[in-house]
């Protein structure tokens, strides 16, 4: 079993910056990629940013230039950077790990989510 376990979200002023964490725990072989999505009121959980072991990234139009994901590998957590934040972008937010356990197949694990509110 893993854990997924987040932190780092809190109320932030438009333009603002903030740095989720999430760190994954258990039994882990390898982790094959972590990814943040967020999910608004009212809307579809949408993927924000990807990070594959080899640092291949992925990120929404939305947040290019503005948001950075990066890992620790010798933590197994990963990190989102969130620059010049905008009230649209007031959502929780996920972290996603696709991890190998040991003698089993990969599989997608989630945290439980961090709420971020961006508001004057």
């Known amino acids: 079993q893993v854990q997924l376990v987040e932190s780092g979200g809190c109320l932030v002023q438009p333009g603002g910056s903030l740095r989720l964490s999430c760190a994954a725990s258990?039994?882990?072989?390898?982790?094959?990629?972590m990814a943040w999505y967020r999910q608004a009121p009212g809307k579809q959980r949408e993927l924000v940013a990807r990070i594959r072991s080899g640092g291949n990234t992925y990120y929404a139009d939305s947040v290019k230039g503005r948001f950075t994901i990066s890992t620790d590998n010798a933590k197994n957590t990963v990190y989102l950077q969130m620059n010049s934040l905008k009230p649209e972008e007031t959502a929780v937010y996920y972290c996603n790990a696709g991890v190998v356990g040991w003698g089993t197949a990969a599989y997608d694990y989630w945290g439980k989510g961090n709420q971020v509110t961006v508001s004057s």
């Open positions: 258990g039994s882990i072989f390898s982790i094959n990629t």
